[in-house]
């Protein structure tokens, strides 16, 4: 007899959407889903729970490899609990990642190394970018939202207006508009 198979769905943050992680997961016997970011498996507490609550003879299944893990250390521990507890884990996107072979394994650690070092090359880009942008002159933080328009942006959140759409009107990124809406203050800090 074969055990559960558990979908394991995971955004970074409240305005991304699980759509298409739910639909690649499809006839899952329960799907776990989670808002938070991938960097700390610690802060992960769905997932923890998953992990502690699959038998032997489960599996979960999930997207891709990123969804799972952001670097190869927690990728590998992961996939290694799992193992020893006798628990399956799949990956739709890459199904040659069967990590119940070793030859499954070692492609599953050569592409979690490939995604991390593209993390990290995205990460310096985005730090040489900024560097030559201050030397030029052209760097300015992000601007901060005035209380009126914290209350303005709040109302209209709890309207039903899409934050990225409210965000876009007033010229900020998303992350600042949260980071308002949840400080209230009269000049909520940029993060």
Do not use: C
């Not at 394991?8 to 992680?21: E, G, H, I, P, T």
């Not at 776990?32 to 998953?50: F, I, M, P, Q």
């Amino acid at each position: 007899m074969t055990g559960r198979v558990y979908g394991y769905a995971r955004v970074s943050s409240k305005d991304q959407n699980l759509d298409r992680q739910r639909e690649a997961l499809g006839g899952v016997d329960v799907l776990v889903e989670e808002t938070v970011s991938g960097k700390n498996v610690a802060d992960r507490e769905r997932l923890r729970t998953l992990m502690a609550f699959a038998q032997v003879g489960d599996t979960i299944r999930v997207k891709s490899i990123d969804r799972l893990a952001r670097d190869t250390r927690d990728l590998l521990r992961i996939v290694d609990e799992m193992a020893e507890k006798g628990v399956a884990v799949e990956f739709v996107d890459s199904p040659m990642l069967n990590v119940s072979t070793k030859e499954g394994r070692a492609m599953l650690t050569v592409f979690a190394a490939f995604a991390e070092l593209e993390r990290e090359a995205i990460r310096e880009r985005q730090r040489e970018g900024i560097a030559l942008a201050k030397a030029a002159g052209k760097y300015r933080k992000a601007p901060k939202l005035t209380s009126e328009q914290v209350a303005d942006a709040r109302a209209r959140a709890e309207a039903g207006v899409p934050k990225a759409r409210i965000a876009r009107d007033l010229g900020v990124s998303r992350q600042t508009l949260h980071t308002a809406l949840r400080a209230g203050t009269d000049e909520a800090p940029v993060v």
